[in-house]
Each structure stands twice: as structure tokens, then as C-alpha cells.
């Protein structure tokens, strides 16, 4: 099983951009599909983007369809979440999560590896 550190994360003001890392040890990265989830203070932690482990089609909740892009370098072990045009309402904890069984990417429980997460604070 891999194991996931989160980076990247910081202070940006609104319409800004940031961009997460997730680097995961092991050899079996390829095999995992990736995803982005996200919590802010109160509220049930939700999805955020997902990829396959293979064919990297990749999947993305409505609320941020158009500004983030995710991606994943096989080579490097990590996955990246490019956040662009940055809402308030964007500021959470950031978890990347890894998976190697299919079903409903955008559920937390399909997932059986997480990191610990990294803070993403968005200013007016």
C-alpha cells in the first residue's frame, strides 16, 4: 500500500492560483486511481477531482468544473491539483486519496489511502 504526503498547499487571495502535490511512496502508484477531496471548517469533507490509474480520464465536481485541472505523473509518483481563478469558498484541508478498486470514484469510503492533508486559504 502507498502511503500519500500533500503539498502545496497556503494563503492566496481570491482569483489566484495554487497548485497541490501528492507524492506517494511504493511501486504500485500506476495502480491506484487518484483523487482530491477537500474539507472546510464544519462541513462533511467532499469530492473534488479524481483520475484513472490508466487511461488518466479524470473527473471533477461541478463547483470547480473549469477552474482546477488534476494530473499525474507515473514516473514521479505523485498527482497534482492545479487550482486556478480561487473562490473563498475554496478554502479548506485538501486530502489526496488513493484507490485500487472501481465503484463510485467521488465516494470517501472506495478509498482505502489518505494523506494528511494541507491548507488551502483563499482571501477575499
Known amino acids: 500500500q502507498v502511503q500519500l504526503v500533500e503539498s502545496g498547499g497556503g494563503l492566496v487571495q481570491a482569483g489566484g492560483s495554487l497548485r497541490l502535490s501528492c507524492a506517494a511512496t511504493g511501486r504500485t502508484f500506476s495502480t491506484y486511481g487518484m483523487a482530491w477531496f477537500r474539507q472546510a471548517p464544519g462541513k462533511d469533507r467532499e469530492f473534488v477531482s479524481y483520475?484513472?490509474?490508466?487511461?488518466?480520464?479524470?473527473y471533477y465536481a461541478d463547483s470547480v468544473k473549469g477552474r482546477f485541472t488534476i494530473s499525474r505523473d507515473n514516473a514521479k509518483n505523485t498527482v497534482y491539483l492545479q487550482m486556478n481563478s480561487l473562490k473563498t469558498e475554496d478554502t479548506a484541508v485538501y486530502y489526496c486519496a488513493g484507490r485500487r478498486s472501481g465503484g463510485s470514484y467521488y465516494l470517501l469510503a472506495e478509498y482505502d489511502t489518505w494523506g494528511q492533508g494541507t491548507q488551502v486559504t483563499v482571501s477575499p
Open positions: 483520475i484513472t490509474r490508466s487511461t488518466g480520464s479524470t
